[in-house]
């Protein structure tokens, strides 16, 4: 079967000033459609860096990033951000919602972008919000939301678009036990259910023991998995 | 998008007002200006057709002639006639200007007489105007005339005195009494100088018995009357049935100073309302990118989540517009209103309306807009909103999603 996302000899190095990082030194990994995958690893090992490189965020300083046979690491701005819309989902750590937007138009923004019509782009928001348990919120503003429902929200607005993939880092770090467990069984469903492929990046057990496969990361390189 | 970008735009109330108000109060001035220039243009125009007629017919070549004689209209009562079929709704008015010497009993001045045989309700708004004492001399007393105030006091002469005419060359007796019925007070100092008024029949017998130098056609006063899609036909129906022996003028033609006037008021007007433009498209800058600054990272998420580069600057540029707008639908109603309350007539004060009067400005003066001006104006908001906003909006564009999300104010 052919990788739905793959690296080769992947390499990151943050220059700030004069002073050189190497967040990734060669990672070679392979991540098949329908994976339910997590990269886990210590702080600092290249984590969220590897997460950013697989959707198209950041540009790799060498190596090879492909996505369903296309090489990505050398598309523009724009193809790169039709990438993104059509095919990938983001959770991000710090929840990123966009502040002067409710719940309801957070979890519809990216299928606005995609230009679904306001109608039925509410109704998916909302049955994605209503999965998480947040429905009840759509109307509140982030400011007006604890860091869990905010994450909560941050979650609806991935899985409401259906991406091929979704890349979530550190998802059920702000959930309480019980939303946690709903979220991944709700990963879960949309995985089997749906065909979308997740990978996440987590310390959380909770999720570690319900993935299908554990890529370890130790100071930027592909430990086990 | 519409409601992410109007939202934004108020998340900084005060910075935001600030620039609604300098979008505000440039609309203002544009509406304002365009309706003070209105009544001036409109106020010109109807001053010069009330007192030159809409169209003038004359003998073709009359500008290059030096001879008296040859820019006659001769047997004038006949052209008369066929002009009054040609345009039976115009007042049709002959008038004999004759170069002539008035003398009063110790001083001489080179005049222009001006022989006129107005209908009543032109001779009766003309004497409204213009008539500072006596009364206008009367259509069979050839022996009467009026003159400009100046005239008067330079020739030394007053109500009841009486003034010699010395038109050597010409047709008619070349020499003749009057009697001073009517003072002037015309607002050119020159004209006021120069000209002395009779009737018809006292030019002609003084030097052209029957004929004229032109006839105005006098067309019922109002601003569609003025206009070129209402005189080019007329102008093109009068010179078929006057034959190529006349020359048929517009009033722009007969005035082309006025047209230049014309021509040059729009763009220098124009030039200051970009000038307060600018001042409101600084203020807009001002606010869009130091709202850009402080949601740096909101837009390294919407990027992340997948919108282009084209998607980032519509939305930048829609911010830009939506203020602009936002102050255009402010500044215009005030506009609307002042422009409203003008528009039922003002006047300069002191000296400001003394100039006016000797540009040939009436005194009391009317606003009016056109909607041209309106959609002049809008242009300039919008041009206002999306160059003030490309910048800041291309800068947005730029920014790569990750560092963006990284970025702390």
Known sequence: ?225 | MFALSWRNIWRQRTRSIAAVIAVALAVLFAVIYFGLVGAVVTGLQSNLTESLGHLQVHVRGYRETREFREALIRIAAVAQRRLSAAVPAADVVPVLEVPALLSGEDRARGVLLAGLAQPAAIRERFADRYLAAGRLPVGDRAEEIALGGALARTLQVSLGGTVYAYAPGTDGLGAAAYTVVGLLHLPDPIVDARYAQLSLAGAQELAAPDAVSRFELHLPQSAAASGEAVLAPLRRDLARAMGAAFEVETWREVNPSLSALERIIRPWVMTFIAFFFVLAGLLVVNTIYLSLVERIREFGIITALGAGRGRVIRMVLLEGILLCVAGAAVGMTLGLLVVGSLAKGFSYPGELAEMQAQFGIPPVLYASIQPADIVITLVFVFATGILAALWPAWVASRLEPVEAMRFIP
């Open chain 1, 1 to 225: 079967m052919e990788p739905i996302l793959r690296v080769k000899s992947l390499k990151k190095i943050y220059r700030l000033d004069s002073v050189e990082t190497e967040a990734l030194r060669g990672v070679d990994l392979e991540i098949l459609p329908l994976d339910f995958l997590a990269i886990a690893g210590p702080s600092g090992s290249g984590k969220s860096t590897l997460l950013h490189l697989l959707g198209g965020l950041d540009r790799p300083t060498d190596g090879e990033v492909w996505f369903t046979g296309q090489r990505i690491d050398r598309l523009d701005r724009n193809q790169l951000a039709d990438l993104r819309l059509w095919n990938i989902g983001y959770v991000f750590q710090a929840y990123n919602l966009i502040p002067v937007l409710t719940a309801l138009e957070n979890a519809a923004f990216v299928l606005e972008l995609r230009g679904v019509g306001r109608a039925q782009r509410e109704k998916v928001a909302l049955e994605a919000l209503e999965h998480l348990g947040v429905a009840e919120l759509a109307r509140r503003r982030p400011n007006q939301l604890s860091g869990g429902q905010q994450q909560r929200v941050a979650v609806a607005r991935a899985l409401a678009a259906e991406p091929k993939v979704i890349l979530a880092d550190e998802p059920t770090a702000n959930l309480d036990s019980k939303t946690g467990l709903a979220l991944i069984a709700h990963m879960q469903h949309l995985n089997r259910e749906h065909g979308i492929t997740f990978v996440f990046s987590t310390h959380d057990p909770r999720l570690l023991e319900q993935v299908q496969r554990i890529v370890h990361l130790v100071d930027g390189q592909v430990a086990t998995g």
